[in-house]
């Protein structure tokens, strides 16, 4: 089975979220932010240390660069933020926390959980082999990661879960058809964008210090295959 890893993190999600919640109204709000401000400084130094990792900054770089063009021209941050006004509306009618919370809990959660490292080669490793490990440990970080997210962002973190199901599930499932892409330099530049994304959710979602549309760049990740190929075809690599 090809998606047990991301079966296990998304149970933990789950499990960590409900914690969360329960927590929510014991946890005072100085300890939330800054349990939060803590989770943003892991982030950022985490996400700078895989970009460091860059074969060829070039290829970072130009994956953003046209990814983040794509991205808005096929409005992925608009789209992320209408399924969560959706869900807010089916699943929390009603209750009293507020839409731009749960929608920021949602989009928060969603991005984090399935940025990164982790996600990309777990889910690629879980595909090739069967093997699940890598998963198995971000499913551990992810469920603590739930717990101060939920208690904080409410509700909305939960419905990640839905995210994580199919980002990671998708990619196991596409790496078990596509195992004569995946080289060491590929993953090591998806790598490389995924830090600098997670550099830009700490910025803008956990710290809180400059907004920024993180959903638009993720076509970034489609653009690495082939900027890796057009360097190394002309010897850039």
Same mark, same amino acid.
């Given at each position: 089975?090809?998606?047990?890893?991301?079966?296990?993190?998304?149970?933990?999600?789950?499990?960590?979220?409900?914690?969360?919640?329960?927590?929510?109204?014991?946890?005072?709000?100085?300890?939330?932010?800054?349990?939060?401000?803590?989770?943003?400084?892991?982030?950022?130094? /985490?996400?700078?240390?895989?970009?460091?990792?860059?074969?060829?900054?070039?290829?970072?770089?130009?994956?953003?660069?046209?990814?983040? !063009?794509l991205?808005?021209?096929?409005?992925?941050?608009?789209?992320?933020?209408?399924?969560?006004?959706?869900?807010?509306?089916?699943?929390?009618?009603?209750?009293?926390?507020?839409s731009?919370?749960?929608?920021?809990?949602?989009?928060?959660a969603?991005?984090?959980?399935?940025?990164?490292?982790?996600?990309?080669?777990?889910?690629?490793?879980?595909?090739?082999?069967?093997?699940?490990?890598?998963?198995?440990?971000?499913?551990?970080?992810?469920?603590?990661?739930?717990i101060?997210?939920a208690?904080?962002?409410?509700?909305?973190?939960?419905?990640s879960?839905?995210?994580? !199901?199919? /980002?990671?599930?998708?990619?196991?499932?596409?790496?078990?058809?596509?195992?004569?892409?995946?080289?060491?330099?590929?993953?090591?530049?998806?790598?490389?964008?995924?830090?600098?994304?997670?550099?830009?959710?700490?910025?803008?979602?956990?710290?809180?210090?400059?907004?920024?549309?993180?959903?638009?760049f993720?076509p970034?990740?489609?653009?690495?295959?082939?900027?890796?190929?057009v360097?190394? /075809?002309?010897?850039l690599?």
């Open positions: 089975m090809h998606v047990t890893g991301t079966l296990i993190n998304v149970v933990t999600i789950l499990v960590g979220g409900f914690i969360g919640l329960l927590l929510g109204n014991k946890l005072s709000e100085k300890v939330s932010h800054t349990v939060m401000m803590a989770l943003g400084l892991f982030t950022m130094a /985490y996400g700078l240390r895989l970009f460091l990792q860059t074969g060829n900054s070039l290829v970072v770089l130009g994956s953003l660069l046209i990814g983040v !063009l991205g808005e021209w096929w409005r992925i941050e608009e789209g992320l933020t209408l399924v969560g006004i959706w869900l807010e509306k089916k699943f929390n009618r009603g209750q009293t926390t507020e731009a919370r749960f929608i920021r809990g949602f989009l928060t969603s991005l984090l959980f399935c940025i990164g490292p982790m996600a990309v080669l777990g889910s690629i490793q879980d595909g090739l082999t069967g093997d699940f490990n890598t998963l198995a440990i971000k499913a551990i970080l992810d469920g603590f990661a739930s101060a997210f208690s904080s962002l409410g509700v909305g973190v939960l419905f879960s839905l995210i994580i !199901l199919i /980002y990671q599930g998708g990619l196991s499932l596409l790496a078990s058809q596509l195992q004569f892409l995946m080289t060491d330099v590929l993953l090591q530049e998806i790598s490389a964008v995924g830090g600098l994304m997670l550099i830009a959710i700490a910025l803008s979602s956990l710290l809180e210090i400059k907004k920024i549309r993180v959903a638009s993720l970034a990740f489609l653009l690495v295959p082939v900027l890796v190929w360097f190394k /075809y002309f010897g690599y």
